[in-house]
Nanobody, 124 residues
């Protein structure tokens, strides 16, 4: 059974940083990713790690956010720096058994399992 649980959300000032964590229970190596949904907007991809360690970011966060993975502890991280109010959203981690190596952020439809989400609020 696949289970994903995010933590680490909260509030930050513009220019600040937050780190999100996602504890997962997955037996094999799957593609893992972060998505977000802002109020009134569709959910969008933020960053992902392929099964071979390849990494992709959405253009809006590239250079500011860093995705990483601790395979020993089964935790996925998203380090978010230089935050802006535009980063305010509910952030979700997700897992896909159907995606291997990645060259760009995979679409939402490729991900089968989702966490419950964690709120990130950035004030100016």
């Amino acid at each position: 059974q696949v289970h994903l649980a995010e933590s680490g959300g909260g509030s930050a000032q513009a220019g600040g940083s937050l780190r999100l964590s996602c504890k997962y229970t997955i037996k094999y190596r799957w593609c893992l990713g972060w998505f977000r949904q802002a109020p009134g907007k569709e959910r969008e991809g933020v960053a992902a790690i392929g099964t071979d360690g390849t990494i992709a970011y959405a253009p809006s966060v590239k250079g500011r956010f860093t995705i990483s993975q601790d395979n020993t502890e089964s935790i996925l991280y998203l380090e978010m720096d230089s935050l802006t109010p535009g980063d305010t959203a509910i952030y979700y981690c997700a897992a896909s058994s159907r995606v291997a190596s990645i060259m760009s952020m995979p679409a939402e439809r490729w991900f089968d399992y989702w966490g419950q989400g964690t709120q990130v609020t950035v004030s100016s």
